[in-house]
Structure formats: C-alpha cells, structure tokens
C-alpha cells in the first residue's frame, strides 16, 4: 500500500488489486494490477501521512490546520482535528494506534 499527499489536496492511496472494487472513489490502473483511491477532505495539499500498523487506517496532516483519519478500506473520512492554528507539518501514530502525535508551529 502507498499513500501519497498531491497539490491538488487530495490523496491518492494505492493497493494491489486483491479483490473487485465497485466504490465510486476507485480507479483501476492501466494494467489491471493495483487500485487508486482519491480521498478529498483538505483545502490545501497535505504535508504528512501515516499508516496505522495495522494498515486500517490513515492519517493525514495538511496546510489547512487540520489533521484527518481516514478508513483504508473504504477510503471514509472518520474524522477531522481541527485543534492547530497554524499548517501541520507531521503526524504519527503511536506504536498501539491509539494515540497518534502532530507537529505544527
């Protein structure tokens, strides 16, 4: 799986193609070996992300002041953190995925 923040504000998430996805969000690449899923939430491009370890779900932080999680498997934003007053840099989950740390100015 890779994750990956554009300037468009949007965030890609690609998977090898492991079973068939009808979900609006997807789009099957050329060749028929991986899924895109576009996950749009953010206002300005994102500047961090992190998999939790188990791989369910993602975190993102962006220009926008706000931190984002977002469901891997179906692409859902759970929640949005809007607690900075300034972008947020980086983010990361904590080693048992329940705490997760941001950085910010």
Known sequence: MVASGLTDSTIRLWTLRNKANTDEKSVQ???GNSIAIR???HSQP???LDFSHDERFLLSA?????IRLWMVGNGAN???YKGHNYPV???CFS???FYFAS???
Request: proline content about 8%; overall charge negative; glycine content about 8%.
């Open 29 to 31: 690449s050329e060749n």
């Open 39 to 41: 996950l749009v939430g």
């Open 46 to 48: 994102p500047s961090s």
């Open 62 to 66: 962006s220009g926008d002041c706000s």
């Open 78 to 80: 759970v929640v949005a």
């Open 89 to 91: 840099w980086d983010v």
């Open 95 to 97: 080693p048992l995925d």
């Open 103 to 105: 950085a910010s100015k």
